[in-house]
Nanobody
């Protein structure tokens, strides 16, 4: 079992930055792929960025490329999402998820999900 818990959400004006964190605990060795997803009201949950726990592969959604950066600190079992140049359309609940295989944005492959952290970007 893997547990993931997000933190770092909040309210920011457009153009601002936030850094989300995800604490990973439990059987961390089984978490091969860690990802960030988001869901806005009335919309489907979409992939934002994913990384394999070795750090050699990353994958970003088109809408966040060049603005968001996913990273991890394996010594602290923490996943990060640095979000710069935030836009109102980035407003959503952001979720951290873990998969035992490389899953990119295939949501069904992620067995472990956090409760989410809210990000609100005002214009």
């Amino acid at each position: 079992q893997v547990q993931v818990v997000e933190s770092g959400g909040g309210s920011v004006q457009a153009g601002g930055s936030l850094r989300l964190s995800c604490a990973v605990s439990g059987d961390t060795r089984s978490a091969y792929c860690l990802g960030w997803f988001r869901q806005a009201p009335g919309k489907r949950r979409e992939g934002v960025a994913v990384i394999n726990t070795g750090g050699s592969s990353t994958y970003y959604g088109d809408s966040v490329k060049g603005r968001f950066t996913i990273s991890q600190d394996n010594t602290e079992n923490t996943l990060y999402l640095q979000m710069n140049s935030l836009k109102p359309e980035d407003t959503a609940m952001y979720y951290c998820a873990a998969s035992t295989t490389w899953a990119a944005f295939e949501r069904s492959s992620y067995r472990y999900w956090g409760p989410g952290t809210q990000v609100t970007v005002s214009s």
